[in-house]
């Protein structure tokens, strides 16, 4: 059974940029979609963005952002080291959460949502603290 890591959070000043990796082992993740997920202190877990594998299909094998972070974020795939990016830019405070990746079959907004409400399983994130 695969596992996936997420890193390189760290802490930033507003407007400024982090990359997180989501590295799998166990698992070739070119083949599935990818989300990435973040949890506020005091909030509910939210969908951030997600990326369409191989597996996915025409219908679920693009991208979706969130509307508080299109623009800013963007999710990338590197299929040699096996790892999925989230690229932040233009970083705001509200932006400052752990963030968590979990592989799908699919990538659409109510691919998200039904993981948000089914998935109880979640690794250890990484955490994102924007603040000056």
């Known amino acids: 059974q695969g596992a996936l890591v997420e890193s390189w959070g760290g802490l930033v000043q507003p407007g400024g940029s982090l990359r997180l990796s989501c590295a799998a082992s166990g698992v070739t993740l070119e083949y599935y979609a990818v989300g990435w997920f973040r949890q506020a202190p005091g909030k509910e877990r939210e969908g951030v963005s997600c990326?369409?594998?191989?597996?996915?299909?025409?219908?679920?094998?693009?991208?979706y952002y969130a509307e508080s972070v299109k623009g800013r974020f963007t999710i990338s795939r590197d299929n040699d080291q096996n790892t999925v990016y989230l690229e932040m830019n233009n970083l705001k405070p509200e932006d400052t959460a752990v963030y968590y990746c979990?592989?799908?079959?699919?990538?659409?907004?109510?691919?998200?949502?039904?993981?948000?409400?089914?998935?109880?399983?979640w690794g250890q994130g990484t955490q994102v603290t924007v603040s000056s």
């Open positions: 990326v369409g594998g191989s597996n996915s299909g025409t219908q679920y094998g693009g991208t």
């Open positions: 979990a592989t799908a079959l699919g990538c659409s907004e109510s691919v998200i949502e039904t993981m948000l409400r089914v998935r109880d399983a």
